[in-house]
């Protein structure tokens, strides 16, 4: 029999589905509290026009298994504003303080930064109500882009998987989609333990050089605001070329469903290593797999971002998040591979299941109310 009201609700929850208005202030605004048999629940805020109630449940989920794989002590939550984040600034200031106002009394979420959102609403948030991840430097944030917490994980991610597929990680060709805050930091990571990063792109296309970029030269040259093809040591292809690169590890830093059954016979990997969210479709996913391509799947792969804010938000230090994040993402990494091999199913059902075993096992050591 189906439980609840809405459909979504399951065992593990929503346990607080909380709906904000304000006609005045005109907020409109979901809160899913998802999981917090962990700790009190952590994920981000979410402005966006077109943002669902559905949508926030997903992600409320998503954060419940992404924050327990990564073994932290954290449940799961979401919160969108359906608004324009390209709104005047004094105006998404009043909104996003009334916003937090209006949680004030919900203490099982803590805010953190989403689309919409980022590091200056997180201190407004903080301001307004005492609790938030994610925020400015100043106020006692670690600003996990600028330190590169996602990219480390995934290169220790890449450390652990080479080691299942039996690759060397030293001389390992890798491919990176993206050159942001994940891909750029990636690339750094895995340069430094002896990998040779043989192509790279961004949204304006891809340069490949078979010896190795040089990603040091190449992060200059994207700092000074120029386009990845347009370095000159490699050579220029289109964006799309980097799928199809031989390589060892290819690693997905961008945009949802880049590889789909359209493209994925063109993957020429051993390893794939998620820095971006749901990079994969499921049915490419599942062809990888069928193929004995070794997948790290997204919320263990990327988590480094989630563990440098649960660091925050326990008041420990840069470097305190940088030696969690490479911990944790190497026990928890290892444990998806070992259990994905040992049940013969594919990393993400064992990563799925890992996360499901630990909140269940949480849950049952609290008392109800
Ligand atoms: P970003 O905006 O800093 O960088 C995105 C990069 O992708 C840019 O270099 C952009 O040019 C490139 N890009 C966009 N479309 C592309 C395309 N079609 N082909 C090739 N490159 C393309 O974003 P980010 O913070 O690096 O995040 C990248 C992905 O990782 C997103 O999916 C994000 O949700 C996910 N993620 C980020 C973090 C984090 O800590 N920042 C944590 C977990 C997951």
């Not at 202030?25 to 899913?32: I, K, N, P």
């Not at 600003?143 to 996602?150: F, K, N, S, W, Y």
Request: glycine letters at 12%; a neutral charge; one cysteine or more.
């Amino acid at each position: 029999m189906k439980r609840g009201w809405l459909g979504f609700e399951d065992r593990l929850g929503p346990e607080q589905v909380v709906h904000l208005w304000h006609e005045a202030l005109g907020l409109e605004a979901v809160v899913v509290v998802d999981n917090t048999a962990c700790g009190v629940a952590v994920g981000g805020v979410r402005m966006a026009p077109d943002v669902t109630l559905e949508e926030c449940f997903r992600l409320a989920r998503a954060m419940t298994f992404k924050n327990a794989a990564a073994g932290l002590r954290h449940g799961g939550g979401k919160a969108v504003i359906r608004a324009d984040p390209a709104m005047p600034p004094a105006e998404k200031e009043r909104l996003v303080r009334g916003f937090a106002r209006a949680i004030r009394d919900l203490a099982s979420y803590v805010p953190g930064p989403d689309m919409g959102t980022d590091e200056v609403a997180m201190a407004w948030i903080r301001d307004e109500i005492g609790r938030a991840v994610g925020l400015p430097r100043e106020i006692g944030g670690i600003p996990l882009d600028e330190i590169g917490a996602t990219g480390l994980g995934l290169a220790v991610a890449c450390e652990v998987a080479c080691r299942h597929a039996g690759i060397p990680l030293a001389g390992a060709r890798v491919a990176i989609q993206g050159f942001g805050a994940v891909g750029r930091h990636a690339a750094r990571h895995l340069a430094e333990r002896g990998c040779r990063i043989v192509a790279v792109s961004d949204s304006r296309g891809t340069i490949a050089n078979e010896a190795g970029v040089d990603v040091p030269a190449l992060l200059a040259h994207k700092a000074a605001g120029r386009p990845v093809a347009s370095f000159s040591g490699g050579r220029a292809e289109p964006a799309e070329a980097i799928v199809a690169v031989p390589c060892e590890i290819w690693i997905p830093a961008a945009r949802p469903d880049v590889v789909h059954e359209g493209n994925v016979d063109r993957l020429q990997a051993r390893i794939v290593v998620s820095g971006a969210n749901i990079p994969i479709t499921a049915a490419a996913e599942a062809a990888l797999h069928a193929r004995g391509v070794l997948q790290v799947p997204d919320f263990i792969a990327n988590a480094g971002g989630v563990i440098c804010a649960a660091v925050e938000f326990a008041g420990g230090s840069e470097r305190a998040a940088l030696e969690t994040i490479v911990e944790k993402i190497r026990a928890n990494t290892e444990a998806v591979l070992a259990r994905a091999r040992e049940d013969g199913v594919a990393p993400r059902a064992a990563a799925e299941a890992l996360a499901r075993e630990r909140v269940l096992r949480a849950m049952r050591l609290r008392r109800f109310g």
